[in-house]
């Protein structure tokens, strides 16, 4: 069965320190990988998706980066967290085409 | 362009009531559109899809949803609502590539005993 983990579960961060958040799925081949951000309430902004390793495309700038290092891993990062950063990250897979989503469970992040 | 319209930010109902959560999308092209539900704090879940074919689909924990290209709608239904899908649900589309997921503003659905 596929499982699919983000870490961490929670961050607080000071603005302008760096982050780096997590995901990775086993038990799936070179699956579409995706990042996307929800603020408190609000609905979910994608902001990134690869489709292979070492390809990512960019959909939404908030002065964020992804990577993609190995098939089974994404990962979110940028060098300067603002407070505009704060909200839910939720990372998910799918097959392509039109393949449902499977979503992880979230990382909340507060930048204070 | 792709868009996703929900219209109802909240809707209250009381268990065992029926339940319709409103969704209208555009777009130009072949579609899937789906209805994903989130609890409080958690992740997404899969609830259905349509792509083509019969325009009422069924899902998990007997939700359906029906597609009208005439109304560009998809709404979600449920004959007799239980507490637990108390929930917010949130209308999707996105296009032939499946690259891109789109969702909509999402619409709250308290369920009253």
């Known amino acids: 069965a596929q499982t699919i983990h983000q870490w961490p579960v929670a961050e607080i961060k000071a603005v302008g320190s760096p982050l780096s958040l997590g995901c990775t799925i086993k038990?799936?081949?070179?699956?579409?990988l995706y990042w996307y951000w929800q603020a408190t309430g609000g609905t979910l902004q994608q902001l990134f998706y690869?489709?292979?390793?070492?390809?990512v495309e960019s959909v939404v700038q908030l002065n964020l980066s992804a990577s993609r290092p190995k098939d089974d891993q994404f990962i979110l990062s940028t060098e300067k967290l603002l407070l505009s950063h704060s909200g839910f990250y939720l990372c998910?897979?799918?097959?392509?085409?039109?393949?449902?989503?499977?979503f992880g469970s979230g990382t909340r992040l507060l930048v204070i | 362009t792709q868009t996703v319209s929900q219209s109802d930010a909240h809707v209250t109902v009381f268990e065992g009531d029926s339940v319709e959560l409103r969704c209208n999308y555009s777009?130009?092209?072949?579609?899937?559109l789906s209805w994903y539900i989130q609890h409080h704090g958690r992740g997404l879940q899969f609830l259905l899809k349509y792509y083509s074919g019969n325009p009422v689909v069924q899902g998990v924990n007997g939700f359906e949803a029906e597609f009208s290209k005439s109304d560009s709608s998809f709404h979600l239904r449920k004959a007799s609502v239980h507490w637990s899908d108390s929930a917010v649900y949130f209308c999707?589309?996105?296009?032939?590539?499946?690259?891109?997921?789109?969702f909509g503003t999402g619409t709250l659905l308290s369920v009253k005993p």
């Open positions: 690869s489709i292979t390793v070492g390809q």
């Open positions: 038990g799936k081949s070179s699956p579409n």
């Open positions: 777009y130009g092209g072949s579609i899937y």
């Open positions: 999707a589309v996105t296009g032939g590539s499946g690259n891109k997921l789109i």
């Open positions: 998910a897979w799918s097959l392509g085409g039109g393949s449902d989503y499977t």
